[in-house]
């Protein structure tokens, strides 16, 4: 089984920085792209940016220069910096990984979610 783990959501001050973590841990053998989702009350879940094994990162172009994502794939963790926040910018924040994994020697591969960690943003 895989899990991913997200912390660090809370509450931030237009203007402010918040960082958020995510771990994963389980049965997996290597991570492919690590990267973060959001969903804004009322709408649907868009992506945030991903950064892949080799380091190379893309962003909605709505939180480019403001937000950035890094990784250390050896320990299977990886952060979303949030800086010069928006009131747009709240909602419920995702990562997810792209990875494989073993089960009963089987290897499998996929996209796996963390349950959500909740952004409010205060004007």
């Known amino acids: 089984q895989v899990q991913l783990v997200e912390s660090g959501g809370g509450f931030v001050q237009a203007g402010g920085s918040l960082r958020l973590s995510c771990a994963a841990s389980?049965?997996?053998?290597?991570?492919?792209?690590m990267g973060w989702y959001r969903q804004k009350p009322g709408k649907q879940r868009e992506r945030v940016g991903q950064?892949?094994?080799?380091?190379?990162?893309d962003y909605v172009d709505s939180v480019k220069g403001r937000f950035t994502i890094s990784g250390d794939v050896a320990k299977k963790t990886w952060y979303l910096q949030m800086s010069n926040v928006k009131l747009e910018d709240a909602g419920v924040y995702y990562c997810?990984?792209?990875?494989?994994?073993?089960?009963?020697?089987?290897?499998?591969?996929?996209?796996?979610w963390g349950q959500g960690t909740q952004v409010t943003v205060s004007s």
């Open positions: 997810y990984s792209i990875l494989r994994r073993t089960s009963g020697g089987t290897l499998l591969g996929g996209a796996y």
């Open positions: 389980g049965s997996i053998l290597e991570i492919h792209v």
């Open positions: 950064i892949t094994n080799d380091g190379s990162t």
